[in-house]
């Protein structure tokens, strides 16, 4: 191993200790949002009998390894929680130092992969999404996608040439993609959601959820939402299925079943073509292709909600993790609209 080998494992070595240390403010994050206290005062304190941690209570993993678990004050069990969200912090955070490497976008994307951990977290422990950590998402979307064109503009105005307001410029820079990208995720959502309350009686999905797209949306653009949306359904399709089709087979709804068969079929069949042969290099073909697909999926998709007849089929697992999922995968894909 050379010297240069060394380096980066120092460096990336150091990026996961950043990711643990931040995943433990997570944590913080995480638990005071649900007891409604300031995430700055008080300082941490053993949630069961109240005493205030010492210094050496709080090294990320370390601390839980060396107190097996337990309180050092009353010695009941300390939350699994808090190291595997410290760990998965600390490997987000270098996969994502991986991609970007060193450079003040990498900054953002820390910030982006911080606040879906906590989006997700909340949803998974209490199928709570609250508002506050959603718009903070957005907010930090749109104001970051401001500053990158403010800087676009401020360099062409310093061109020969100029800076010049187009069809093109006014459709494409990055506060016009944000923006688009936050009201079509938000839309996409609100639609499918309130389609279940033509089909089965109850939304689809939670309100929290459109906030989550729309803050996706303002983050990675609108050309990436459509990706990072259907991402998201194949997730939630393959972590619901095995219980959906119990579910469904003791309801005799077969219809469901097997268009959703048919539907991911065509899909692997579609992606193959796409990637392996010059089947769609017609556009003809291509266009029905996808029209086919469009349609099936669709199909699917209604076959589905008229089987959902009670409000607990619809909330088995929440949506939540599955967009935030699809999300940090396109960002580690370098899909994002980060760059």
Not at 166 to 186: E, F, I, K, R, Y
């Amino acid at each position: 191993m050379n010297s240069v080998d060394v380096f980066i494992l120092v460096i990336l070595a150091i990026v996961f200790c950043l990711g643990t240390i931040i995943g433990s403010f997570l944590n913080v994050v995480i638990l005071r949002a649900f007891s409604n206290e300031s995430i700055v005062m008080p300082p941490s304190k053993c949630p069961k009998c109240g005493n205030r941690l010492k210094w050496w209570h709080n090294i990320p993993i370390l601390s839980y390894i060396l107190l097996r678990g337990k309180c050092y004050f009353c010695h009941e069990k300390i939350s699994i929680q808090y190291p595997i969200i410290e760990f998965i912090t600390g490997i987000l955070f270098v996969l994502t130092f991986i991609v970007y490497g060193l450079q003040w976008e990498t900054l953002y994307a820390f910030a982006v992969v911080a606040i879906l951990i906590v989006l997700a977290v909340t949803d998974i422990k209490e199928k709570i999404v609250f508002d506050k950590h959603t718009y903070f998402l957005i907010a930090l979307g749109l104001i970051y996608n401001l500053v990158f064109t403010i800087i676009g503009v401020w360099a062409q105005i310093n061109t020969i040439t100029g800076f010049h307001i187009t069809s093109d410029w006014c459709l494409n820079n990055p506060m016009t993609v944000s923006v688009l990208g936050m009201t079509l995720g938000a839309v996409i959502m609100e639609v499918a959601a309130r389609i279940g309350y033509l089909l089965a009686g109850n939304r689809a999905f939670g309100e929290g959820d459109t906030y989550i797209a729309a803050g996706l949306g303002a983050v990675f653009g609108w050309q990436n939402i459509i990706i990072i949306l259907f991402f998201s359904l194949i997730i939630q399709l393959v972590l619901t299925f095995p219980i959906f089709v119990i579910n469904q087979i003791k309801k005799k709804n077969f219809l469901a079943i097997i268009s959703l068969i048919i539907f991911f079929c065509y899909s692997a069949g579609y992606c193959y073509a796409d990637k392996k042969t010059t089947l769609f290099q017609n556009p003809y073909i291509a266009i029905v292709a996808l029209l086919a697909l469009v349609l099936i999926g669709i199909f699917a998709c209604l076959s589905v909600l008229k089987g959902l007849k009670h409000k607990e089929d619809l909330t088995v697992l929440p949506f939540g993790p599955a967009l935030v999922v699809a999300g940090i995968i396109v960002l580690l894909a370098n899909f994002s609209y980060l760059a």
